[in-house]
């Protein structure tokens, strides 16, 4: 039996804001699935992302998330990071004076000594050979891991070493912020390709995306549809094809019929 | 802008006296120029009053010295070596040393040069022996040009009363490559004043590196310094100059670089230790072509005060100053750094750059930077800045969203920080030390 991320009736503002931007999301995640999540902008799907991480930005007003039927939103973002959940950002942020490279052994060393507090850590020669193998797979220069993190990085080389950081750290559950966004068709499929290396029986994925161009290159067993805080569709791939071709007005049109817009 | 609240008492002087002076120079049996010069200087320290409201030290309190403790200069006393950490005394690179010269409260403890260094003609002693071996050279350069006893109160004090020392000298087109290290060691408290005078002919280089500590004391310490960095035309000097005094020494110190034709000097200047650091860093480019980069870090924390006050003077034409320092804060600690770029009248096509990072990690803790610019000339292109931050929560945020734990997070950043400065120190063993001690104050 796979791990799962359960997330049950959340519900998110920003911190010191009162106007929720989660209102209520119903999502159930296996190890060994893909999942896509889309909607328009300002749907709340980053914002998503964000609370499951654990983004002190924001505040959790109500519901709940599990992973592996641990809380975790009672968790510091390390904890979760350890218990197995990644995130691939968006907008990585860029850390002058740290190297990618001594960033991922720190993470690294941040697990065995989680198991182990008697662990000395990843020995250097073995990291380096898994980050030499890992660069290799997803295409990246080796100088890379010298390059202080995502510091002068093109928008690229931030996906990359975004996807680089989920083959090293090996999730159970990974959600991918809209990792699509701003490639080229190339560096799409190199990225496309990682991910899928990575997906399989040890590993779920929640792939954010704005559009379905991504979805040619991951096929996902489940596609949702956010709007306005929740999920308002599921289905099977041919949603995101349906979507495609109505567009998120189709979506629009269907919702704010229904309900009333908040003040 | 500080708003400086006026003092109701001014500084107490210490209790030297031109008696000591005499003494001093008659019991190293000095030669007449030098006890002259010392006497000369010793009347330039008599008739100038203890610095207080001047503008480089209106913002610098030291009146909370104990002269009582901190005057007394240390005498020998039959320390050894075996007192000074093993760290300060590890190679700089690789197994071998260029050079060793190690003192411990004032005295010379141990002394080594590398045979292939002697065989270049390099000299590297400690200046009472340079007095008595080169002569000429140590007349021509001590406090000549580079530091001057007119400089200040402070400086005309350690020229008149200096007690121990290094001389370099590298000959013209000698190119010394294995670096000198000088470990400056203080076991007792009182006063230390030490002097470094590094000379290097045309088209020579040198690597170098001083280091300043002392033992921790319950009674207060003074060190009243100078350094003077001499690099004739087209030289190449790599300076380290790292202090680590402990919390209960006043640093009074003047260091000068003067840069010849196109002569290059990179200096790295590092402040953690002592309660109060008043340090005037100058360079001078003299000759066209000349380049100068100096990069300070310091990292203060509970009340320790840090008073950098920097000087780039472009004295010729197409000259190139680029300094960056960086610099933390933390517990009720107060940095401060003054820094001016000045130029002569057309001195045409110069460069000077000056910045200085803050990173402040608590409430209490004040950082000031105050750069300046007086150019007299229109064809150049001089800037200058300052920033001031706080350990923000996306970064931390993010890292911690790969497994690492808050405190180690912040650590990471913090290091990320020093990283760029730390790059600038030549030896990697060094490095990593600086990285540690850094981590220390962090965690401490």
Not at chain 2, 406 to 428: H, N, S
Request: hydrophobic residues 40%; aromatic residues 8%.
């Amino acid at each position: 039996m796979g791990v799962t991320l359960e997330i049950r009736d959340l519900h998110a503002c920003v911190d010191g804001d009162d106007s929720p931007i989660l209102r209520g999301v119903d999502l159930l995640v296996r190890q060994g699935e893909i999942h896509a999540l889309m909607g328009p902008n300002g749907s709340g799907k980053s914002t998503l992302a964000n609370v499951l991480m654990g983004n002190p930005a924001y505040e959790v007003t109500a519901g709940e998330v599990l992973l592996d039927g641990e809380d975790v939103l009672e968790m510091e973002p390390d904890e979760r990071s350890r218990a197995g959940l990644f995130l691939a950002f968006q907008y990585p942020v860029a850390i002058p004076g740290v190297t990618l490279g001594n960033f991922l052994r720190h993470a690294i060393n941040a697990r065995m000594k989680a198991d182990d507090p008697e662990s000395k850590g990843i020995p250097i020669p073995r990291f380096a050979r898994m980050m030499r193998q890992k660069m290799s797979q997803l295409h990246i220069d080796h100088a890379f891991a010298g390059r202080y993190l995502n510091e002068g990085f093109s928008g690229g080389e931030k996906k990359r070493a975004e996807v680089l950081q989920m083959a090293v750290l090996e999730p159970r559950i990974a959600v991918l912020d809209e990792t699509d966004s701003g490639l080229d068709i190339d560096a799409l499929r190199i990225v496309a390709d990682g991910v899928n290396s990575l997906t399989g029986p040890d590993m779920g994925a929640l792939v954010i995306t704005h559009y379905q161009r991504m979805l040619d290159y991951i096929k996902p067993d489940r596609v949702h549809v956010m709007f306005n805080g929740r999920i308002v569709q599921s289905g099977g791939p041919e949603l995101a094809l349906t979507l495609e071709e109505k567009g998120y007005e189709w979506i629009r049109q269907q919702h704010d019929a229904q309900e009333p817009a908040t003040a | 802008m500080a708003v400086v609240r006026r003092r109701s008492s001014t500084p107490q002087a210490p209790d030297f006296s031109r008696a000591q002076v005499e003494a001093l120079s008659s019991a190293h049996e000095e030669p007449a120029w030098l006890r002259e010069r010392r006497l000369d200087a010793w009347q330039t320290y008599a008739a100038t009053p203890m610095p207080y409201l001047e503008e480089e030290w209106r913002r610098t309190d030291y009146r909370h010295i104990r002269w009582d403790e901190a005057e007394r200069i240390l005498p020998a006393n039959g320390a050894t070596a075996a007192a000074v950490p093993a760290k300060n005394l590890e190679p700089l690179a690789g197994a071998e040393q260029g050079g060793l010269l190690v003192f411990v409260d004032g005295v010379v403890v141990h002394y080594q040069l590398a045979e292939a260094l002697a065989r270049q003609g390099v000299v590297f002693t400690d200046l009472r022996s340079a007095i008595r071996q080169h002569e000429g050279l140590v007349k021509q350069h001590l406090m000549t040009r580079a530091v001057r006893p007119g400089d200040g109160k402070f400086a005309a004090l350690h020229a008149a009363l200096w007690d121990y020392g290094v001389f370099v000298h590298v000959p013209r087109n000698i190119a010394a490559e294995l670096p000198l290290q000088v470990v400056c060691y203080n076991t007792k408290p009182g006063a230390a004043l030490g002097h470094v005078l590094v000379v290097l002919e045309d088209n020579a280089q040198a690597t170098m590196q001083v280091e300043y500590a002392s033992a921790q004391q319950a009674r207060q310490s003074a060190y009243i310094g100078a350094t003077e960095l001499i690099v004739g035309a087209a030289g190449n000097l790599r300076y380290v100059s790292l202090q680590d005094w402990n919390r209960q020494t006043f640093e009074f110190s003047h260091q000068r670089g003067i840069v010849g034709r196109d002569a290059q000097l990179d200096w790295v200047n590092g402040v953690m230790g002592s309660r109060l650091t008043k340090a005037f860093i100058e360079v001078d480019a003299v000759g066209a072509g000349a380049n100068a980069r100096v990069s300070g870090f310091f990292f203060a924390d509970r009340d320790q005060f840090f008073d950098l006050d920097t000087q780039q003077n472009h004295n010729a034409p197409l000259t190139n100053t680029d300094l960056l320092f960086k610099g933390a804060a933390r517990d009720n600690a107060r940095t401060l750094w003054q820094g001016m770029i000045k130029s002569l009248p057309q001195m045409q096509r110069i460069d000077g750059y000056q910045v200085c990072r803050n990173l402040m990690l608590s409430d209490s803790a004040r950082m000031d930077s105050i750069p300046g610019l007086e150019i007299e000339a229109d064809d150049v292109a001089c800037s200058h800045a300052a920033t001031f931050g706080t350990l923000e929560e996306e970064p931390i945020y993010y890292l911690m969203s790969r497994g690492i734990s808050r405190p180690q997070a912040q650590l990471m950043i913090i290091e990320g920080f020093f990283d760029e400065l730390l790059q600038r120190v030549p030896f990697e063993r060094v490095r990593q030390r600086l990285m540690d001690e850094i981590e220390a104050k962090i965690i401490g």
